[in-house]
C-alpha cells in the first residue's frame, strides 16, 4: 500500500486529505497514518498540515515506477516494470517470473542487488546509486541468431549516455560501455533455449549512475557518471532515457540490425584498432582489433596478417582495465 499512497501523492498538484486517502485506498486513516510514515523513514519528505492533508515535498533519490512509465511511449520494452528496493538478482528475478510466464519487455529493476552476476560468474558490485535492471525478452528466434543481442543492448545504452550527459562514452566490446579508460556499465545476457528456438532472454544490465567512490582494486577500473560529470542525476529520468533507446534499437535488431547500426556502432566500439588478446581453445590470440562482422563478431589480425573471428570469451584491451 506505500506505492499507492505515494502514486496518488506524487500525482496531486497539491495536499491530498488523508479521508481522500482512506477512501481510495479502502483503509482506515490510521492505516494511512502509519504508511505515511514508512514512507518518510524511506527518505520522503511528507508535509502534513492540519485540515489539508499531505503534500509530497522532496523524493529521494531511489527508483520509482510512476516516475519512470510518465510519458513512456515504447513499442514493447518497459510496458511493464517493477522496481523492488533490493534483490537478489535481477536476472534470477527475472529467470524466476519467466519461468511463471511472465511476457516480453517486462523490467525487473532494483536500488540495489545482493547477489548482482557478472560475467564468468563473477560478482557484479551492486551498492545503492546505481541502476540495475534486466529486460525479459522472447524472440521468435534460433538460438544462433540471437547471439548479437547484447551488442545491441550495449549499443542502445552508449547511445543514451551520450545523449542524455554528453559524455564520450564507448563501448569495450562486448558487453561493458566504458568513458576513457574506465567502466560504467555491463552487461549479462542469459538465455534458455532448446534446439531450434529460444524461450526466453535476459538482458541484466548495471550502470554505475550516482556513485561517489568505489572500493578498492574496483576504483581503479570503474567510475560512474556523477564522477566523470561532477553532479548526481535524476536517476529515474535517466532510466527513461535509457529504455526508450533499448526499445528503439532492440525492435530494430529482432527484425534487422541495420548496416548503419553496424557502422555506428564500430565508432563508438573502444576495443577496434587496440591491441587486443583473447584465449582461444586453450591458446593464447594476440593481435589488434581491426573489425566487426555484420554479426558483430571482432575481428583481430595478429602480426603475420591473419584474420581470426572472436564470437566470445574473455578479452584484454590494451589501455582498458
Known amino acids: 500500500m506505500n506505492s499507492d499512497i505515494l502514486e496518488m501523492l506524487i500525482g496531486a498538484e497539491d495536499y491530498v486529505s488523508g479521508e481522500e486517502l482512506s477512501r481510495k485506498l479502502g483503509v482506515s486513516r490510521t492505516a494511512v497514518w502509519k504508511k505515511i510514515n514508512a514512507l518518510r523513514k524511506e527518505g520522503y519528505v511528507i508535509e502534513s498540515a492540519t485540515k489539508k492533508g499531505y503534500k509530497l515535498k522532496i523524493m529521494p533519490d531511489l527508483l520509482n515506477k510512476k516516475t519512470i512509465s510518465s510519458n513512456l511511449d515504447t513499442n514493447f520494452i518497459g510496458k511493464e516494470i517493477d522496481v523492488m528496493r533490493s534483490v537478489d538478482s535481477t536476472n534470477e528475478e527475472i529467470k524466476r517470473r519467466a519461468s511463471a510466464g511472465a511476457e516480453s519487455g517486462l523490467i525487473v529493476a532494483a536500488d540495489e542487488q545482493t547477489s548482482g552476476k557478472g560475467r564468468l560468474g563473477r560478482v557484479w558490485e551492486s551498492d ?45 566490446w562486448p558487453n561493458d560501455i566504458i568513458i576513457g579508460s574506465k567502466k560504467i556499465c555491463g552487461i549479462l545476457t542469459e538465455m534458455a533455449a532448446q534446439t531450434d528456438r529460444v524461450d526466453y532472454v535476459a538482458i541484466g ?46 525492435s530494430d535488431f529482432l527484425v534487422s540490425f541495420s548496416s548503419e547500426d553496424l557502422n555506428e556502432f564500430r565508432r563508438l566500439c573502444a576495443t577496434i584498432g587496440r591491441n587486443v588478446s583473447v584465449k582461444r581453445n586453450g591458446i593464447l590470440l594476440e593481435g589488434k582489433a581491426t573489425d566487426l562482422t555484420p554479426g558483430g563478431e571482432l575481428v583481430i589480425t595478429d602480426n603475420s596478417g591473419k584474420e581470426y573471428i572472436i564470437n566470445s570469451g574473455e578479452v584484454t584491451v590494451q589501455g582498458i582495465y
Not at 524472440?139 to 543514451?160: D, F, H, M, R
Open 205 to 250: 544490465i548495471g550502470i554505475n549512475v550516482n556513485h561517489e567512490s568505489f572500493p578498492g582494486k574496483i576504483s581503479g577500473k570503474a567510475s560512474s557518471l556523477y564522477l566523470e560529470l561532477g553532479k548526481k542525476l535524476d536517476r529515474n529520468d535517466f532510466f527513461r532515457c535509457v529504455i526508450k533507446k533499448l526499445d528503439k534499437v532492440l
Open 128 to 172: 545503492s546509486g546505481g541502476i540495475y535492471f534486466t529486460i525479459l525478452i522472447r524472440p521468435e528466434l534460433s538460438p544462433n541468431e540471437i547471439s548479437a543481442i547484447t551488442l545491441a543492448a550495449g549499443y542502445a545504452v552508449c547511445l543514451a549516455i551520450r545523449e542524455y550527459t554528453e559524455l564520450d562514452a564507448k563501448i569495450k
